[in-house]
């Protein structure tokens, strides 16, 4: 241990104030990819809210003398592949703790706790492919790529988008959607993505679905971003999309699997392009 991380203590987040964490997070991601610093504190809130975040089980290192958190791992509980699992949602630490291996020693903090005070055996996150800092930091720790996630948007620019005629497409508001009822994806959701957390947050959700199959998308509708789909042939998926340009004129979805070759295809048949890619990854613990 540095002498610097002698100056801090690692405890769970239960007692911290959210606002306190949200200050810590917009300090720690003050260079990163996405600008997050006009993300509003609800924004978060909810969005921790669906994933399942548990405050007991996240952890924060904080500076002894002063009591300020500088680092966070945020960990949600669930289910994954029938293994109880902790996603880790959100990661940071600010500039001045940087290169100390402060992640891996909040990691080897929690995993004990997680194990035998919560039976969790698997460990779960998603990670931008370009940020390498993260990705080595979460290698160190012990986490594998299990697979890549390409993230798609449209913004115009492109030529013309495919049009498909012919097919019956219907938009229900989120909060009149059985979710229960919805066919599931080609490839496993990520963990936010998943029906039961989009299902927390229906009030933001449009679904689109093309009358007499099973094909549909779901769309956040604040963000413009596809967060779910089903497409059951190519001609599906261009109607969709089409039909959700028409209302959004431009459009993200970040969230695809890079083996779904069926929505590769359509995604770039209507112009979308693949602006970056993410990777899941995975420890056993
Ligand atoms: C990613 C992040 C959490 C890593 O935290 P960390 O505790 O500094 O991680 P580590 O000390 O294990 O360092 C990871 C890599 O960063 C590099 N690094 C070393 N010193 C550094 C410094 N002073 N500043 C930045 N990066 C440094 C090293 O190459 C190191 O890899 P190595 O251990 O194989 O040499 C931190 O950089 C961060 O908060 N970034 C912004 C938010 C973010 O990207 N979060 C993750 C989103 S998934």
């Not at 509980?77 to 029938?82: C, I, Q």
């Not at 055996?121 to 080595?136: D, F, G, H, P, Q």
């Not at 998943?194 to 509708?221: A, F, I, P």
């Amino acid at each position: 241990m540095t002498e610097q991380q002698e100056q801090l203590e690692i405890r769970s987040l239960i007692d911290t104030p959210f606002e306190e964490l949200v200050t810590c997070l917009r300090v720690s991601f003050i260079d990163y990819v996405v600008n997050f610093q006009e993300v509003p504190v609800e924004y978060w809130r909810k969005r921790w809210d669906c994933a399942g975040i548990n405050y007991d089980i996240s952890f924060g290192a904080f500076e002894r003398s002063s009591n300020k958190l500088v680092a966070f791992v945020l960990l949600a509980e669930g289910l994954h592949e029938g293994a109880k699992t902790a996603f880790n949602c959100a990661t940071g630490v600010i500039q001045q703790f940087r290169g100390q291996r402060l992640v891996n020693t909040i990691f080897q903090h929690a995993i004990p706790i997680l194990r035998q005070q919560y039976q969790v055996t698997k460990l779960l996150l998603e990670v931008v492919s370009i940020n390498e800092r993260a990705v080595r930091a979460y290698k160190r720790v012990g986490f594998n790529i299990e697979r890549t996630l390409p993230c798609y948007k449209y913004t115009g620019a492109a030529a013309a988008v495919a049009v498909v005629q012919g097919k019956d497409i219907v938009k229900t508001e989120g909060k009149d959607v059985d979710f229960g009822q919805l066919a599931h994806q080609l490839y496993a959701p990520t963990w936010e993505m998943r029906l039961s957390c989009l299902e927390k947050n229906r009030d933001n959700v449009e679904c689109w679905s093309v009358v007499g199959s099973t094909s549909y998308v779901l769309v956040n509708k604040a963000y413009s971003n596809i967060v779910h789909y089903r497409f059951d042939t190519r001609d599906d998926g261009l109607a969709l999309l089409g039909a959700v340009l028409a209302s959004h004129p431009s459009f993200k979805c970040n969230h695809s699997d890079e083996r779904d070759q069926l929505a590769t295809s359509v995604f770039e048949s209507v112009g979308m392009e693949k602006y970056l890619q993410q990777y899941e990854m995975e420890m056993t613990i």
